[in-house]
């Protein structure tokens, strides 16, 4: 009985010693393994948080897509303000050009018109020398056919009188002679001036007409650069609406993300609760495979002191 207790104390050191390296092993395992899954859990916070993070950056993304497509909505209607804006002034510039056409034609017309009278005075002045020339020879007569009938006597009475109503009528030409150069050197005068006025008035036109096909030059251009800009943020619109669309979706993949992180995360966190507690369980199994050798030792050790007869 005594050899079968020996025996049995043996057996019990020997599963003693091998349980308590077994346990150191799996306690060993078990702390290794608790540090990987800190690993994973921070990991996972970081993961998480990150995921949260893009997710509310896609919100605010889609917030502000939204917005920006509200604004390029409000610069295409200044856009369109602005291109029918520029388009009237294009128009009330073609007929502005086409009434300083017609200013300048009529300008142009009444110069010459003018001028013509000038010419026209100029001749009637040169008329008028002629008349009053003929009326002074006309007077020269009248006083010579006055003297001639004064020495006739009685038989020039009658002569007398006609050659006095001759000179009164060459007076009365030469006055009206005098009287129509004065008004056609008048006339001359403001004629001249008229003139003056009417080639500064074309020449005006000529700068006007010069400046006002500038102009609708540039409003042409506009005109162009307007389209163009309005084509491009038609564009840009029509690619924001795209991402737009896809921006759903992404924040749909974030969230889900942000799930499965979530989760990963509270799965960590178990697991290292279950690591936790295996590792507290295994240093209890270690302790008692440690007490579990210090016992057989100290039964073999007193089974050692009895002698077998």
Known sequence: MLLDIRKTTLHLQKHG????????????SNQELNGAIHVVKEGAEQTAASSEVSTENFREMKQQMEEMLVNMESVFRSS??????????NQSMSQLIQTVHSFEKDFAQLTETVRQLQTDARSISDLVGL????????????????????RAGEAGKGFAVVAEEVGKLAQQSSQAASQITTSIHNMEG?????????EQMLQKT???????NGSQVSLDRLLNEIHDVGSKLRGMQNELSGIKKQ??????????????????????EQMLGSSLLQ????????????????????????????KIG
């Open 190 to 198: 403001i004629t001249n001036h008229a003139t003056r006025e009417f």
């Open 131 to 150: 008349i009053q020339g003929i009326t002074e020879q006309t007077k020269l007569l009248s006083l010579n056919a006055s003297i001639e009938a004064a």
């Open 17 to 28: 010693n091998e349980l308590q390296q077994s346990s150191e092993g799996t306690l060993v």
């Open 80 to 89: 369109d303000d602005m291109h029918a804006s520029a388009e009237a002034g």
């Open 206 to 212: 000529h700068r006007t007409l010069k400046m006002s």
């Open 247 to 268: 921006l759903p979706s992404l924040e749909q993949i974030a969230a889900e993300f942000s799930s499965v992180s979530q989760e990963t995360l509270a799965s960590a």
């Open 279 to 306: 590792v507290e369980s295994v240093k209890a199994t270690h302790e008692i495979g440690l007490k579990l050798s210090t016992t057989s030792e100290s039964l073999s050790s007193k089974t050692e002191r009895f």
